[in-house]
């Protein structure tokens, strides 16, 4: 059964730094793997997808990287800035799974210090 | 605006209760599904559909029932609410069930 971790549950850094939000996955046949933003009391937001055929998505100052082999991912933010504060989530669809539903990480807790 | 559109936004139940959470969307998905998100939890799924007419389980469906008449709604029934189904509940879609997710803002529900 895959099951997906996100670690640390939170983490707070300075405005300006680069980081590096981190996802595992114990079952390495994906499909794809996507990130999601929860900002509080909202709904998710959709940040970027990496089909299991890619190496990483970029989009702004975000990029996604994906190893299968390993059985992680990482999100890189440059230059964070205070909006960038929120929840952040990581999802796998798995070949295993006829239906590709998602399963989801618990988040990284991420707040950006001005 | 397109997009998923939830309705309540907040709710308050007494055991025993039954109630619906509304999900709608105007971007002809043809997936939809409910999750439930608990603290400390990823996201969990109720019921999805891959079309009108078509429902089926996830992860978590006991006390919940679904139905899909149409392509743009989907709404969610508790049956008995019990103080275990305290969360908050989310509804998104999809143009396919691999693509991209768009999710509602979400219901908070809570049970006495």
Redesign the interface.
């Known amino acids: 059964k895959q099951e997906?971790t996100q670690i640390p549950?939170a983490l707070s850094v300075p405005e300006g730094e680069n980081l590096v939000l981190n996802c595992s996955f114990t079952d390495s046949a994906i499909?794809?793997l996507?990130w999601f933003r929860q900002d509080p009391?909202?709904?998710?937001?959709?940040l970027l997808?990496i089909q299991s055929s890619q190496r990483e998505q970029t989009s702004g100052r975000l990029n996604a990287s994906l190893d299968k082999s390993s059985g992680r991912s990482t999100l890189y933010i440059a230059a964070s800035q205070p909006g960038d504060s929120a929840t952040y989530?990581c999802?796998v669809?798995s070949l295993s799974d006829s239906?590709?539903?998602?399963?989801?990480?618990?988040?990284t807790k991420l707040i950006i210090k001005p | 605006n397109a997009g998923?559109t939830q309705t309540p936004k907040f709710q308050v139940l007494k055991t025993g209760q039954s109630m619906t959470l509304q999900c709608a969307q105007d971007m002809n998905h043809e997936y939809m599904s409910w999750y439930r998100q608990d603290p400390?939890?990823?996201?969990?799924?109720i019921h999805?559909s891959v079309g009108a007419g078509i429902t089926?389980q996830?992860?978590v469906p006991n006390g919940y029932n679904v139905s899909r008449s149409t392509t743009e709604d989907f709404p969610l029934r508790l049956l008995s609410a019990a103080p275990s189904q305290t969360s908050v509940y989310?509804c998104?879609s999809s143009y396919s069930?691999?693509g991209?997710?768009?999710?509602?803002?979400?219901t908070r529900l809570t049970v006495v």
Do not use: C, H
């Not at chain 2, 991209?100 to 979400?106: A, L, P």
């Open positions: 997906v549950a499909y794809n996507q009391g909202k709904g998710l937001t959709s997808l989530l999802a669809r239906n590709y539903q998602l399963i989801w990480g618990a988040g | 998923v400390g939890m990823g996201l969990r799924l999805y089926d996830g992860e989310f998104a069930p691999t991209v997710y768009t999710f509602g803002s979400g």
